[in-house]
Protein backbone atom coordinates (compact mmCIF):
# COMPACT_ATOMS: atom_id res chain seq x y z
CA UNK A 1 0.00 0.00 0.00
CA UNK A 2 2.69 2.59 0.67
CA UNK A 3 3.94 2.04 -3.03
CA UNK A 4 1.30 3.87 -4.22
CA UNK A 5 2.32 7.56 -2.30
CA UNK A 6 6.19 6.80 -3.44
CA UNK A 7 7.39 9.29 -5.66
CA UNK A 8 8.75 8.43 -9.09
CA UNK A 9 10.56 10.53 -11.61
CA UNK A 10 10.16 10.24 -15.23
CA UNK A 11 11.92 11.42 -18.18
CA UNK A 12 9.95 12.30 -21.24
CA UNK A 13 11.65 13.37 -24.47
CA UNK A 14 12.47 13.20 -28.27
CA UNK A 15 14.60 10.44 -28.35
CA UNK A 16 17.54 9.44 -31.04
CA UNK A 17 19.09 6.34 -31.69
CA UNK A 18 21.79 7.71 -30.03
CA UNK A 19 19.73 7.99 -26.81
CA UNK A 20 18.78 4.29 -26.66
CA UNK A 21 22.47 3.34 -27.10
CA UNK A 22 23.63 4.83 -24.34
CA UNK A 23 20.59 4.01 -21.97
CA UNK A 24 21.29 0.30 -22.43
CA UNK A 25 25.00 0.83 -21.78
CA UNK A 26 23.95 2.41 -18.78
CA UNK A 27 21.68 -0.94 -17.50
CA UNK A 28 18.90 1.36 -17.22
CA UNK A 29 15.12 0.25 -18.32
CA UNK A 30 12.87 2.62 -20.22
CA UNK A 31 9.45 1.95 -22.00
CA UNK A 32 9.35 3.49 -25.66
CA UNK A 33 5.69 5.04 -25.33
CA UNK A 34 4.31 6.74 -28.63
CA UNK A 35 1.71 9.83 -28.36
CA UNK A 36 -0.25 11.73 -31.25
CA UNK A 37 -0.13 15.79 -30.69
CA UNK A 38 -3.73 15.64 -32.23
CA UNK A 39 -4.71 13.53 -29.54
CA UNK A 40 -3.89 15.26 -26.24
CA UNK A 41 -5.38 18.48 -27.99
CA UNK A 42 -8.24 16.75 -28.69
CA UNK A 43 -8.45 15.48 -25.07
CA UNK A 44 -7.92 19.49 -23.97
CA UNK A 45 -10.62 20.58 -25.90
CA UNK A 46 -13.38 17.95 -24.74
CA UNK A 47 -11.85 18.56 -21.17
CA UNK A 48 -12.45 22.45 -22.14
CA UNK A 49 -15.90 21.91 -23.61
CA UNK A 50 -16.81 19.17 -20.54
CA UNK A 51 -16.02 22.58 -18.12
CA UNK A 52 -18.16 25.09 -20.31
CA UNK A 53 -20.88 22.77 -20.51
CA UNK A 54 -20.71 21.89 -16.35
CA UNK A 55 -20.73 25.88 -16.03
CA UNK A 56 -23.97 26.23 -17.67
CA UNK A 57 -26.17 23.32 -16.13
CA UNK A 58 -24.92 24.44 -12.58
CA UNK A 59 -26.36 28.16 -13.33
CA UNK A 60 -28.97 26.69 -14.82
CA UNK A 61 -29.78 25.18 -11.88
CA UNK A 62 -28.93 28.17 -9.50
CA UNK A 63 -31.02 30.26 -11.76
CA UNK A 64 -33.78 27.87 -11.49
CA UNK A 65 -33.48 28.06 -7.35
CA UNK A 66 -33.44 31.64 -7.50
CA UNK A 67 -36.46 31.87 -9.75
CA UNK A 68 -38.24 29.11 -7.68
CA UNK A 69 -40.95 31.30 -6.02
CA UNK A 70 -41.58 32.66 -9.27
CA UNK A 71 -42.55 29.33 -11.05
CA UNK A 72 -44.53 28.43 -7.91
Same mark, same amino acid.
Given at each position: ?16 ? #?? $? ?9 ? &? ?8 ? =?? #?? $? ?9 ? &? ?8 ? =? ?6
Amino acid at each position: MKKLFVKQKYIETVFED #RH $IENLNKANVPY &VIKERRKITS =FA #RL $IYFCYSVCLDT &VLLGGIIWAL =FNLDKIL
